[in-house]
């Protein structure tokens, strides 16, 4: 089974602080992304990559950024932690999207 | 604006007592429906993948269905194992998944 691999399941950062989210997939998928998750609003898309060192904005990018130096690192990046920021973080991985994804277990990162 | 709606987006159901959780989507060139499965705390599961209206799928006491506006995931005779986040996401013509907000259903012994 593929195996996606966040490297916190809870976070607690301070306001300004910048923040590091680490997501780590095992089966050779091309796609990755980075989804927030808010009571009431879902699953949000905020950075997508489909190659290594590329990378496309989703819906809701203002505030992050992304790197993908290797196919199977994706990360994720809160440049000035804020606490709007506060939330629980998705990565997950794909072949084409048409198979669907795989999640990992989420980051539960809390900007005090 | 593509957009996908569930509902409801609670439900407390019965031990044994059968209903229907709903996903509608305005979406322009549909290429896929997934249905996934959220426990507390975790990350989403993958149940199903519906790619043309009429279709259905079945899992154990799930079966999903499309038509050209909606899907259904119906549950039957659900168990308290059954009491989870179930999230639907639409697959259009680029390169992600858009979901809707879920529906949380809690099934009482």
């Known amino acids: 089974d593929v195996k996606v691999t966040q490297s916190s399941r809870y976070l607690v950062k301070r306001t300004g602080e910048k923040v590091f989210l680490e997501c780590v997939q095992d089966?050779?998928?091309?796609?990755m992304f980075w989804y927030r998750q808010d009571p009431g609003l879902g699953l949000r898309l905020i950075y997508f990559?489909?190659?290594?060192?590329?990378?496309e904005k989703g819906d809701i990018p203002e505030g992050y950024s992304v790197s993908r130096e290797k196919k199977e690192r994706f990360s994720l990046i809160l440049e000035s932690a804020s606490t709007n920021q506060t939330s629980m973080y998705l990565c997950?991985?794909?072949?084409?999207?048409?198979?669907?994804?795989?999640f990992g277990s989420g980051t539960r990162l809390t900007v005090v | 604006e593509d957009q996908v709606t569930q509902s409801p987006e609670a439900l407390r159901l019965q031990e044994g007592e059968s209903s229907s959780l709903n996903c509608s989507y305005t979406?322009?060139?549909?290429?896929?429906l997934f249905w996934y499965r959220q426990d507390p705390g975790k990350g989403p599961e993958f149940l199903f993948t519906?790619?043309?209206a009429g279709e259905e799928k079945e899992k154990e006491r799930l079966k999903a269905t499309l038509t050209k506006k909606e899907s259904f995931l119906h549950i039957t005779a659900p168990k308290p194992e059954d009491s989870a986040t179930y999230l639907c996401?639409?697959?259009?013509?680029?390169?992600?998944?858009?979901f809707g907000a879920g529906t949380t259903v809690t099934v009482r012994a």
């Open positions: 979406v322009s060139g549909l290429r896929g």
């Open positions: 996401a639409a697959y259009m013509n680029d390169y992600k998944l858009s």
């Open positions: 089966m050779d998928h091309e796609n």
């Open positions: 997950a991985s794909s072949l084409p999207v048409s198979y669907g994804y795989t």
């Open positions: 519906l790619y043309s």
């Open positions: 990559s489909y190659d290594v060192k590329m990378k």
